[in-house]
């Protein structure tokens, strides 16, 4: 793998009482807020050859609305994604991740805003690059992460939903 896209899911509902956390949708915002980080990634020429995809109803959701800028992208739904550590979003990545050059990871905070900061740390990042990290990882942000040779991860972009909204949306 060569590069890495971490990307939150869109905005979602509020639980509903009675209905599990997996359950929770995208609002109509979340669905173009998805459509649209997807399209400006794939605008700036970081598409997946691979997304793992949260099976939580609202990271389905942000692959669904996203996919349309990526087609014929294979997708792998992993339980491991939902509810996880950082560590296991990792684990998740070396156990699929040996054949793509680009994989794309649909999940949730704090594990991806998480590994996202420790990417950066372990890779000897500049601190402005981690400070963009941890000031926020709002819903539909995505980071995309270069590495070389040795494996340090550097900050390449970061997509937040917000910038992609037209006027006061």
Known sequence: MRRLILFRHAKTEARPPGRDDIDRALTERGRADARRV???LAGAGLAPDLALVSPALRARETWEAA???FPGVACEIRQGLYDASPEEVSEE?????R???TVMVVGHNPSLQELAATLLIEGGAAHADIERVLAGFPA???AVFGFDDA???S???LFHARDYRPGDD
Do not use: I
Request: glycine content about 14%; hydrophobic content about 50%.
């Open 151 to 153: 494996l340090r991860a």
């Open 99 to 101: 054949a793509a050059d």
């Open 155 to 157: 900050l390449d972009s």
């Open 67 to 69: 996919s349309g800028a």
């Open 93 to 97: 990545l070396d156990a699929a991740a």
């Open 38 to 40: 997807g399209e400006a």
């Open 140 to 142: 539909g942000t995505a």
